[in-house]
C-alpha cells in the first residue's frame, strides 16, 4: 500500500473516530484533521505560519467598553509592536483597539521561545491621520487626512454620513453620552476644516487666529479632532490628537524640530508594508522597535505635526 494512502486511512480514522465522542469539538476536529493533513504530506506549519489575527483592518466599536483581539492561535514566546501606539500584551500577542491609536498601521512581531526568528504581522487599526508635514501657504495650503493608512483611499463608503469635527449633536439619536462635550470643536477654537472630507484650510486657519493673532514664529497649540466614519465602524465616536506649527519662513524652522519630524515620519506606515527591522535579539529579548535615531522614544506617532509657513 503506498505510504500517502495510508496517511489518508490514519486522517480518517483520526476524524472518524473522534467524531464517535460526544465529548469532541469542532475545533478539535478541525485541529486532528490538520494534524492528519500535515502528515500525509510531510509538511508542518512553521511558526510564523501559526502566527496570525483574525483579520488585517479592525475598526473601532464605542459600544464595547472593552476591544480585545487575540491571536488566532495561542503560541509561547514574545511580541512586540512598532509603531509603540498600540497596547499589545507581550506574552500573549492580544491587543487593545480601545487602548490603542487609531488611524495608524502596525506591525506586530513575534518570537518564539527558544528561538531567534522574528515573525511579522501588519495590522491596521482604521481611522485618519494626518502626515507630518510643512506647509507653505503660498504653495500648498490644505492638510488633507489620510484613511486607513492608504492616500489611495477615500475616506469611508463615500454615502455622505462621513463626520469630521464632531460636537454634541447626537447623530446617531441615542442621546448625548456618547458625543463630544461642548467647546471641544476645532471650528470653534479657529481651525478651518471641512466637516465631509477633513481637509484643512491652514490659511484660513491662521487667518481665523487658531494659533493667535499675529503669532510669532514657533507658536504652536494641541487639538483634539473628534470624528464619526461611515465605514465598519458603524460610526463609532473616534479621535486623534493634531499639532499645529507657525514659522514665517522655512529657515526660522529649528533643526531639532525638522530632525523629530524625520523620526516621526519614519514611524508612520503608509501604503506599504515597510517597518525597520527588528533588532538582534540576544540575552534578553527586546520588547520594543524603534528606529535608532529614537532613543527612548523621543518622540512618537502622534500628534503628527503640521508646520505652517506663510
Excluded at 9 to 27: D, N, R, W
Excluded at 184 to 201: C, F, P, R, W
Excluded at 237 to 263: F, G, V
Amino acid at each position: 500500500m503506498r505510504l500517502s494512502n495510508c496517511f489518508a486511512i490514519i486522517a480518517f480514522a483520526l476524524v472518524f473516530g473522534a467524531s464517535c465522542s460526544k465529548e469532541t469539538t469542532s475545533q478539535e476536529l478541525n485541529a486532528l484533521a490538520a494534524q492528519a493533513a500535515q502528515q500525509s504530506t510531510g509538511l508542518a506549519l512553521s511558526v510564523c505560519d501559526q502566527f496570525a489575527y483574525p483579520d488585517s483592518v479592525f475598526y473601532p466599536n464605542d459600544a464595547l467598553e472593552t476591544y480585545i483581539i487575540n491571536p488566532v492561535n495561542p503560541l509561547t514566546g514574545t511580541f512586540g509592536v512598532f509603531p509603540s501606539e498600540m497596547r499589545i500584551n507581550k506574552r500573549t500577542g492580544a491587543f487593545d483597539i480601545n487602548e490603542s491609536e487609531t488611524g495608524l498601521r502596525y506591525m506586530i512581531w513575534f518570537v518564539a521561545a527558544g528561538t531567534t526568528d522574528t515573525c511579522k504581522k501588519y495590522i491596521t487599526i482604521s481611522g485618519v491621520n494626518y502626515l507630518d508635514s510643512i506647509y507653505e501657504t503660498k504653495k500648498t495650503g490644505t492638510a488633507a487626512p489620510v484613511y486607513n493608512a492608504n492616500t489611495s483611499l477615500a475616506v469611508g463608503d463615500n454615502n455622505g454620513t462621513t463626520e469630521f469635527d464632531d460636537g454634541p449633536d447626537d447623530d446617531d439619536g441615542d442621546g448625548l453620552a456618547d458625543e463630544p462635550l461642548p467647546g471641544l470643536e476645532l471650528a470653534s477654537q479657529g481651525v478651518a476644516i471641512d466637516k465631509a472630507t477633513g481637509n484643512i484650510d491652514l490659511k484660513q486657519t491662521l487667518a481665523n487666529g487658531a494659533l493667535g493673532v499675529n503669532p510669532l514664529s514657533g507658536t504652536f497649540k494641541d487639538f483634539v479632532l473628534n470624528y464619526r466614519v461611515s465605514d465598519k465602524s458603524s460610526k463609532s465616536l473616534n479621535k486623534m490628537a493634531l499639532r499645529l506649527y507657525y514659522y514665517h519662513t522655512r529657515a526660522e524652522i529649528p533643526a531639532s524640530l525638522k530632525r523629530q519630524m524625520k523620526i516621526k515620519q519614519s514611524e508612520v506606515l503608509i501604503n506599504q508594508e515597510l517597518a525597520p527591522t527588528p533588532a538582534p535579539i540576544i540575552g534578553a529579548v527586546n520588547t520594543s522597535i524603534t528606529p535608532a535615531t529614537n532613543k527612548a522614544n523621543e518622540v512618537k506617532c502622534r500628534p503628527p505635526y503640521i508646520i505652517i509657513v506663510q
